[in-house]
């Protein structure tokens, strides 16, 4: 019979082969897995809040159904998407950006819309064709169905590089199960364009087709302004000319699509920028559904403040430095790629940057979460490498494996992708609309019982995968990494390495052989 000691050490020798061969797994099975796992515990967590608490565990996860606050059509039953009918609404006025006559509770102030002109065509574009054809519920659906295409584009992409049932696997993690498609979605937000988009982005850097990744620069910053950040992945790879055309593209195809509304043309360019920049409420700031780096960093103050208010916090709260402490989180991610530049793959970098420019805001809504779809699709698939086989296990061949900075971003992109509702008194979300027997007043015609959800980790998660890279590399550069820089030179035409590590500057190169023969 064996002694005690004996059965403990036998179940730390178990349990130490179990952890190692969990931390052996790549990168991509690492994510797949984590999605697998929490999705599953989301189910059962969401079926024990909606059946014994009555949870409106749905809502709580994407957003309230009901947002049909004024007579608004189309709609689909009692579901406006108002992201679609508003910036409609707006362009169709000669100047979109003056004070919208829509008194939105609560506060029942005129609402400023806070959409730059690009932003505006796609909807106008669905809108005009079905108002030409007399069907504007089509107008809605086609827009929808475009919204659809661009969220599952990453997941087709990456279920493409698989065989047999891992197809249906990555198909499924990637694109039928991520939460941020579907909030995305609900809203029919023109955010979901940065899908295909960034998947364009980040397979042209790996590549290192530097001309296709200016031109996405601009297609990105069309859709929403702040993606102009992306250009600094130019910079940091020393593409200088590119980068300087990347720029120049973003503004000035930025500023042309005013021209579209040419009453009080230019001023409505300053309307716009005002608007954009006042936009929200302290409120908003501080909801649950807001994933800035700004509220990550507040965090631990809020949680202080709400511990001692019983669990409210006040709408003015710190409210300088959150709006500056994204802006403070971007600078430091953006000198950091600038200043280690090739030490750093350009593929990490693109993956910091399109991180960057989706959280810096200090309010950024759920939806935004979008940006994760394309990362993950990089980390299921190495665009040219062999089935199976994601974009880590290309770096960890040709510039040696950075465990740490792979688990780092394989479990943010997992932790965006899968979210659950968290156990918890529910609290009433308002719910507005047009108050009975008083046409035309809204208010507040009832509530939702929601809870909260691990979305508050997404930007978390993601300044600790950015540290880890930045941290990583400063340490040990990328060229170092390889027992023979020299081997990844030259490679043939119809190799599966991508360019960018068939080459490196000679002085790189020299520096490497260096420090292997020592």
């Not at 500057?505 to 420090?515: C, L, M, N, T, V």
């Amino acid at each position: 019979m064996k002694r005690p000691i004996e059965i403990l050490e036998g179940a730390v020798w178990a349990l130490r082969n179990q952890i190692s061969a969990v931390a052996n797994q790549s990168e991509r099975t690492l994510l797949l897995c984590t999605v697998v796992l929490i999705s599953a515990v989301s189910a059962v967590v969401a079926y024990v809040l909606t059946q014994y608490y009555s949870v409106d565990v749905f809502s709580s996860l994407v957003s309230n159904p009901e947002d049909c606050i004024i007579d608004w059509d189309p709609h689909i039953g009692r579901h406006c998407f108002s992201d679609y009918n508003l910036p409609v609404s707006w362009g169709m006025r000669p100047n979109p950006w003056a004070p919208y006559p829509l008194f939105w509770p609560p506060d029942y102030q005129p609402m400023h819309p806070n959409y730059p002109a690009a932003a505006l065509v796609p909807q106008l574009i669905f809108s005009l064709l079905a108002k030409w054809l007399s069907a504007p519920q089509m107008g809605l659906v086609g827009y929808l169905l475009a919204l659809t295409i661009a969220v599952l584009t990453p997941a087709v992409w990456a279920a493409r590089g698989t065989r047999g049932v891992d197809r249906m696997v990555v198909f499924v993690a990637c694109g039928v199960v991520a939460i941020p498609a579907w909030m995305v979605l609900d809203r029919a937000n023109s955010v979901a364009f940065l899908a295909p988009v960034g998947l364009v982005f980040l397979v042209a850097l790996c590549r290192s087709r530097w001309g296709l990744v200016a031109f996405m620069v601009v297609l990105a910053t069309l859709i929403k302004p702040q993606f102009a950040v992306l250009a600094v992945v130019l910079f940091a790879a020393r593409q200088w000319r590119m980068g300087g055309v990347a720029i120049a593209g973003a503004v000035t195809s930025s500023l042309a699509a005013y021209l579209l509304w040419p009453r009080d043309f230019p001023a409505t360019i300053t309307q716009s920028i005002h608007n954009t920049l006042n936009y929200g409420s302290p409120g908003l700031a501080i909801g649950f559904r807001n994933v800035s780096f700004g509220r990550a960093l507040m965090l631990i103050p809020d949680g202080i403040k709400a511990a001692q208010t019983g669990g409210k916090i006040p709408e003015g709260f710190l409210a300088g430095p959150r709006s500056l402490a994204g802006y403070a989180a971007l600078v430091i991610i953006v000198v950091s790629v600038l200043a280690l530049g090739p030490r750093i793959p350009p593929i990490l970098t693109g993956i910091m940057l399109l991180v960057s420019a989706s959280l810096f805001p200090a309010l950024v809504f759920h939806y935004y979460l979008v940006f994760v779809l394309p990362i993950a699709a990089l980390v299921l698939r190495d665009p040219d490498g062999p089935p199976g086989k994601g974009i880590f296990d290309r770096l960890a061949t040709y510039g040696g494996r950075r465990r740490v900075v792979g688990v780092c971003v394989s479990l943010a992109v997992a932790f965006s992708i899968a979210q659950v509702a968290l156990p918890g008194r529910p609290f009433p979300e308002p719910v507005y609309g047009q108050i009975v027997g008083h046409s035309g007043v809204l208010g507040v015609v009832g509530t939702r019982p929601l809870v909260a959800s691990t979305v508050f980790l997404v930007p978390i998660v993601w300044l600790i995968a950015c540290a880890a890279i930045i941290v990583s590399h400063a340490r040990r550069p990328a060229s170092s990494d390889r027992a023979d820089p020299g081997q990844t030179q030259g490679c043939p035409p119809d190799s599966a390495v991508s360019t960018s590590f068939c080459t490196s500057a000679p002085e790189s190169s020299h520096r490497g052989r260096k420090d292997v023969d020592s």
